[in-house]
DNA sequence: TATTGTTATACTCTATAACTATA
DNA sequence: TATAGTTATAGAGTATAACAATA
């Protein structure tokens, strides 16, 4: 696909300089399509076995871990979706049965959202799937690694976070 | 949030080993997080600077790449979208006068999609700017770190590469 | 007035499957 | 018969903004 053995040499060093200035888009680009190749699988796999998407394990997720349940604002912090979506989520889960609204006395603006006791049994089961999976399709890469990853990937993220925030608040 | 200081030791073991058998999950919760973070940003930004969707991005940086266009079926692999929706996707990129298909002699059946001049420029400009947005979110992470991440994430691709494949046509 | 959610809207993406034309 | 694309359909997600109820 490259060109002729004479110019091989150079075409490496060329190649290096230009991939060296370039580090930061190839990585996201490496991240994306692996992501993406992921999580189309997940969501084939959700939506077959257990009729759910991506978002809605999203907000089962952060639901099975607050027992007390969460106000959808906070649900819609957690998990990255605007209020207004949010609630069309919780509509749908509402009306599988997963999830109940409530409105605690005090201040009648607020929504809760918790997991029913169907909700967290079925959340369970879907947990359980959705790590094997992980653990499998990810198998031949080593723990060592895999540790070395989620550390890096966390610096990322903390990066992007602090130059989203900062550009949002304009800093000094 | 967590229990009295008697347990604690007892509760960080536990909670250790509990981490250390779901490696994989946590590194994908946490590249899933990272990824839909930047993606929308990302996304804002495509579509208030340049009118683009991700998916168009993409579909125009690889007929870019490919000066001659690509066949459909190709772009619909590349792309990981259904050949389906491909056809979509390159009927708003051709309404709006950024490519253009066409069907070469010999095989009447074969769509090929090319850059016009227009989607040339457009796209180069779009991806000067895309570099940079990402060379600013992650300006902070380090360029050793970014080799690392590099080669560590092409390590999760190939490994759930091989297995969705192996599955696929059902291995030794 | 500010906050919490809801409603409304318009688009795009995604998945699946049936279909047409060509080979 | 197999292949390359297209069409059709249905459902969700996404972003934005206007709105109602409550504080």
Redo the contacts between chains.
């Keep these: 696909m490259h060109a002729g053995n004479e110019a091989v040499d150079l075409e490496f060093i060329v190649q290096d300089v230009k991939e060296?200035e370039?580090?930061?888009?190839?990585?996201?680009l490496?991240?994306?399509?692996?992501?993406?190749?992921?999580?189309?699988?997940i969501r084939r796999r959700l939506r077959s076995e257990f009729g759910a998407t991506l978002p809605q394990f999203d907000i089962l997720a952060q639901l099975y871990r607050e027992r007390d349940g969460l106000r959808l604002g906070e649900l819609s912090k957690r998990t990255?979706v605007t209020n207004g979506n949010v609630t069309g989520l919780v509509e749908r889960l509402e009306a599988d049965g997963l999830i109940v609204r409530e409105t605690p006395d005090g201040d009648r603006r607020v929504t809760v959202a918790k997991l029913t006791p169907r909700g967290q049994e079925h959340f369970s089961a879907m947990a359980a799937a959705?790590?094997s999976w992980?653990?499998?399709?990810?198998?031949?890469?080593d723990?060592k690694?895999?540790?070395?990853?989620?550390s890096?990937?966390?610096?990322?993220?903390?990066?992007?976070?602090?130059?989203?925030t900062e550009g949002a608040t304009e800093p000094n």
């Design positions: 060296g370039k580090l930061e888009l190839r990585l996201w490496r991240m994306l399509s692996t992501t993406k190749l992921v999580s189309q699988e990255m959705h790590e992980l653990r499998d399709l990810m198998t031949d890469v723990a690694a895999i540790r070395l990853l989620l890096n990937v966390s610096d990322i993220k903390k990066s992007v976070t602090r130059h989203l």
